[in-house]
């Protein structure tokens, strides 16, 4: 259940995975419905995992939550604390959102594997985490967020980052009249 709520999560806020994973309980105010990145957990080459800040000052943020992440963060909250009690699983000493049973950090090479399982099952192409972040910037510059917004809400120490979307978004329009074109001929 957890990997529906991290995906979920992704999707619906576009952290990047290292931001996620690094969550902690203390992170998310299910009150005022915001999430504060402060982290992000590394996994430096031949060495353990370990929490450091985030790649610039500006993905240092708090996002707003829509209802619909708050309730499933509030019933995947609520399954881990059974499931540590049912299970035995470690309780986290480090209160984090997403763990492994033994109570430590997910492994993020674990979750894109288990992503690319997930997209395997349902035919899709094989996807990592990061197009979740991709996806939720596409569909809040199409829904007409502004482009500053996305760019505060992704992170971005730059628009320009976040003009790259802009350009999917015009090509996935320019095909769709295409084929709309294509279609009532």
């Not at 969550?23 to 990145?37: P, S």
């Not at 800040?53 to 993905?59: E, Y």
């Not at 628009?159 to 015009?170: S, W």
Request: glycine fraction near 4%.
């Amino acid at each position: 259940r957890h990997y529906q709520a991290l995906f979920t999560l992704l999707a619906r806020t576009g952290l990047r995975i290292g931001e996620a994973l690094a969550l902690t309980w203390d992170d998310i105010d299910m009150v005022k419905g915001t999430l504060t990145v402060s982290k992000t957990l590394i996994y430096p080459l031949n060495t353990d995992p370990r929490v450091t800040t985030p790649k610039t000052r500006s993905s240092i943020r708090t996002i707003k939550l829509d209802q619909e992440t708050i309730r499933i963060l509030k019933e995947y909250r609520t399954n881990q604390k059974e499931t540590i009690l049912r299970y035995g699983f470690q309780r986290s000493d480090k209160n984090l959102v997403f763990q492994s049973p033994e109570g430590r950090w997910l492994r993020i090479n674990v979750v894109r594997e288990y992503m690319y399982e997930v997209c395997k099952r349902a035919g899709l192409p094989r996807l990592s985490p990061h197009a979740l972040r991709h996806s939720h910037a596409v569909h809040l510059l199409e829904a007409g967020a502004p482009i500053k917004y996305v760019a505060e809400r992704l992170g971005h120490s730059s628009i320009k980052t976040t003009e790259k979307y802009l350009h999917v978004t015009k090509k996935i329009e320019e095909d769709a009249l295409d084929l709309y074109a294509n279609y009532v001929k």
